[in-house]
């Protein structure tokens, strides 16, 4: 059962900007605090940003101030605006709940590169 469907990925330049979707299911989006992870080739999966409610956000370092995650509760939506982007942040992206309780789906590219 595919639970997340992430896109919105591609290429960009540095500098540039991303706004990541990930679709899923009311049951799952209304109970649980959600998530963006990355993984870059050659590293493990890190938890990018968690959003615990409406307005309660937490962001790693490194993305602070150039990422915002937001969740729409009329379309089940989780979204990461991503500004600034660098070649640091190339990875595939994949959202989940914050305590990673259910199977990844495919993730969206993010490539950040002249």
């Known amino acids: 059962q595919v639970h997340f469907v992430e896109s919105g990925g591609g290429l960009v330049h540095p500098g540039g900007s991303l706004q990541l979707s990930c679709a899923t299911n009311a049951s799952i989006f209304t109970r649980y605090s959600m998530a963006w992870y990355r993984q870059a080739p050659g590293s493990q999966r890190e938890r990018v940003a968690g959003i615990l409610s409406a307005t309660g956000t937490k962001y790693i370092d490194s993305v602070k101030g150039r990422f915002t995650i937001s969740r729409d509760y009329s379309s089940n939506t989780l979204y990461l605006q991503m500004n600034n982007l660098q070649p640091e942040d190339t990875a595939v992206y994949y959202c989940?709940?914050?305590?990673?309780?259910?199977?990844w789906g495919q993730g969206t590219q993010v490539t950040v590169s002249t």
């Open positions: 989940n709940t914050l305590s990673e309780m259910f199977d």
